[in-house]
C-alpha cells in the first residue's frame, strides 16, 4: 500500500535561512505524483509545488524546490530564505495510480509544524 | 474567481443530530473530494467522487454519507452514527492529474 512518512514534527528556522523539510514515500507503481502543501493557522490547504515520478529534474516554484531521489524514494522540500510567513504546517502527499480505485486519490503524511524565528 | 466554496465554516453539532456540511466549487472539476483532519494529524479520505451520481468510501466513510446530484457541489452529511465527529473538514476538486483544490474547511465540534 502506498504510505507518506514525514518524521519532523516541528522545525525551527532563522528568517532570511533555508530549511529542509523530509518527506518520504512508498510506492510499487512506476507512475505518481508529488506534492507539497502549506496549511497556514486558518486551516485552507495551498498547493506549493509538484513533481512527477517521471520529471527528470527536480520541480522549483519561486524560493521552493522539491530534492526528489527516486531511488530512495525521497522528496523533501527545500524553502529558501525563509520569511516570517512561512510559519505553517506543511504537508507531503502522494497522488495514488489511477487504476487502483478508478480515479487519482491523494495520501497525505502527518505533517510538519514550520516556525520561523525573527 | 472560480474556487471551492465550504460552508459553513463552524458547525456545532448536539448528539444524536445528522449535519450536512456544503462544498461547491466553480472550476468545472470532475472530482471532489472529502478529507478530515484531526489535530496534529494528516488528511484522511472520507469519500471522493469521480463523476455526477458516483461516489466512492475512502478509508473512513463509516458514520459519513454524501451525494453528488450536480457537477458544482459535493455535500457531506455526518450522521448520528459517527460518534468522534469533532473534527476540521476539507473539501478537494481537481481535473486531470494535477494538484488537489481545497476550500477553506468547516470546523465541527460536537456540543
Redesign the interface.
Known amino acids: 500500500a502506498q504510505k507518506?512518512t514525514q518524521t519532523q514534527?516541528g522545525m525551527f528556522v532563522q528568517e532570511k535561512e533555508a530549511v529542509t523539510l523530509d518527506c518520504t514515500y512508498d510506492t510499487s507503481d512506476p507512475s505518481y505524483?508529488l506534492?507539497w502543501?502549506k496549511q497556514p493557522s486558518?486551516?485552507?490547504?495551498i498547493?506549493l509545488i509538484?513533481q512527477g515520478s517521471y520529471d527528470q529534474q527536480n520541480a522549483t516554484e519561486g524560493r521552493y524546490s522539491l530534492n526528489f531521489q527516486k531511488a530512495r524514494k525521497s522528496a523533501n522540500l527545500v524553502i529558501s530564505a525563509s520569511q516570517l510567513g512561512d510559519s505553517a504546517m506543511y504537508?507531503c502527499a502522494m497522488?495514488e495510480p489511477?487504476s487502483t480505485?478508478?480515479?487519482?486519490?491523494?495520501?497525505?503524511?502527518?505533517?510538519t509544524r514550520l516556525k520561523v524565528l525573527a | 474567481d472560480g474556487g471551492i466554496t465550504q460552508s459553513p465554516k463552524y458547525l456545532f453539532r448536539k448528539e444524536g443530530q445528522n449535519v450536512t456540511l456544503s462544498c461547491e466549487q466553480n472550476l468545472n472539476h470532475d472530482?471532489m473530494?472529502w478529507?478530515r483532519q484531526d489535530p496534529?494529524?494528516?488528511?484522511?479520505?472520507i469519500y471522493?467522487s469521480?463523476i455526477v451520481n458516483d461516489f466512492?468510501k475512502?478509508d473512513i466513510a463509516e458514520g459519513y454519507s454524501v451525494s453528488r446530484e450536480k457537477k458544482e457541489s459535493f455535500p457531506l452529511t455526518v450522521t448520528s452514527a459517527q460518534k468522534n465527529p469533532t473534527a476540521?473538514y476539507?473539501c478537494?476538486s481537481?481535473t486531470g492529474?494535477?494538484?488537489?483544490?481545497?476550500?477553506?474547511?468547516t470546523?465541527l465540534t460536537v456540543v
Open positions: 507518506i514534527p505524483g506534492f502543501y486558518s486551516g485552507e490547504m498547493f509538484y504537508f497522488r489511477y480505485s478508478g480515479t487519482y486519490k491523494y495520501i497525505f503524511g502527518t505533517g | 472530482a473530494y478529507y496534529g494529524q494528516g488528511l484522511r479520505l471522493y469521480q466512492q475512502g476540521f476539507l478537494a481537481r492529474n494535477t494538484e488537489a483544490f481545497f476550500g477553506q474547511g470546523r
